[in-house]
Each structure stands twice: as C-alpha cells, then as structure tokens.
C-alpha cells in the first residue's frame, strides 16, 4: 500500500484562486455569497479537475466538509417546486392517501418509496424528510471506500429518475473524490474494486490508469438512459 504523506489543515498544495474562494465557501471560512453559489457540486469542469489532482494531499477535514455538502443534509421536497407539480399530477383524484401503503394493490406497489414520501408531503400528511442524507457514510471512510461509493452508487441508482441534474452532478462529484482520495492510491485493493464496482466506476478507473500513463482522457457525462 502506497503510503500518503501527512497533511494538516495548512495545506500546502497550491491552488488557483478560484478553486481555494470555491472551497473557503465549501468549507465555511467565508459565508456562501449569493443563493445559486454552487456549493453542492464543482462549479465547473476545471474546478473539478484541479481538485481532483491535489484532493489525496488536502486535509481530511476539508475533504470531509466538501464532500457533506455534496451528499446534502435530509431534505423536504419544497426544494424543488417543479417535481412538485409532478407528483400531484401522478396522484388521481380517486385515489385515498391510504392507498399508498395498502400492499394489496397487486404485487408491484404503485407508487415507489420515493413517490409516496413525496404525495404526502404535497399533502401536508407527513413531515418525513422526502430526501434521506447520506453524510452518514461518512463514516465509512477511510477505512471502507468502496463500501462508501456503493452507497453513492446505489442512491442514484435509485434516484436517477427523479433528481434534479445538480444533484446528480453534486453525487457524482463526490464519487470522484472518494475514487481519488481513498481508492486510486491504494494499490493493494484492486482485487477488492474489480470485484465490487459497476460499468461506471470501471470507466473511471480505466480513464485514470490511461490518464497516469500520458494520455489525454475525459469521461462522457452520465446521462439518464441507464448506461444504455
């Protein structure tokens, strides 16, 4: 196992300065300056790619503050009033809210978990967070990263559909982080990542192992075909 050297919160790499106000933000040094501050995703591609270069010799704290803030907090679906209207639409007027949970309706459930936690907040019914947080696999890291990035990979799996692209945007990014931080640099797990990652983890990996030997690489956005 590659051996990383110690770094404490003064990180010396240096940065561009677009990159360190982005993460002064990110990290609460310095308050978010406007609402639609991107702080729940890398603003940009060359943001992304500087961060992702230097990211194994950043402070853990730091690495840690930005990736909760891409996992985000458990939320309510005010957040998004456009999925709103959605829901409702999908929600016959014929149909009780106690319908939702009635497993006799046949033997696939008409409405997923996400959908009936969201009719029954548009409802007032229920104060249950629509979207569950996800910094709790935070805990998992370092020693568990690619028990981490399954977590990751199966929230959007489960999600794809219904989540708006910056969040999508913002969960990718945190599995690049913990791909080049915890996974990347740890020549002693590849056996363990192979076994255990889906086609998108594998392009990653294949893009970093052509990138290390010189080649100039980029990976196509994920769109939401489900790989296909």
């Not at 319908?99 to 409405?111: C, V, W």
């Amino acid at each position: 196992m590659r051996a990383r050297r110690p770094v404490s919160d003064d990180s010396v790499a240096v940065l561009s300065t677009e990159l360190e106000y982005w993460l002064s933000v990110m990290t609460g040094r310095v308050p978010q300056p406007a609402d639609d501050f991107l702080v729940i995703a890398f603003p940009n591609a060359r943001i992304r790619a500087e961060y992702l270069e230097v990211v194994s010799d950043r402070a853990e704290s730091e690495v840690r503050r930005v990736l909760a803030n891409m996992l985000g907090k458990s939320r309510s679906l005010p957040e998004w009033d456009a999925l709103q209207v959605q829901i409702k639409a999908k929600l016959p007027e014929s149909v009780a809210l106690s319908e939702l949970a009635d497993d006799s309706l046949g033997s696939r459930p008409r409405f997923t978990h996400y959908e009936t936690r969201a009719i029954l907040a548009v409802a007032g019914k229920s104060i249950e967070p629509t979207w569950p947080g996800l910094t709790w696999f935070l805990d998992l890291l370092p020693g568990h990263p690619d028990r981490a990035l399954a977590v990751v990979t199966a929230f959007l799996d489960a999600h794809f559909a219904v989540m708006p692209d910056w969040r999508i945007a913002g969960l990718s990014d945190a599995a690049a982080i913990i791909r080049a931080r915890y996974i990347l640099g740890e020549t002693g797990q590849h056996e363990t990542i192979l076994s255990t990652m889906d086609w998108r983890d594998f392009e990653f990996l294949v893009a970093a192992l052509y990138r290390a030997k010189g080649y100039d690489v980029g990976v196509t956005p994920e769109r939401k075909d489900g790989g296909g």
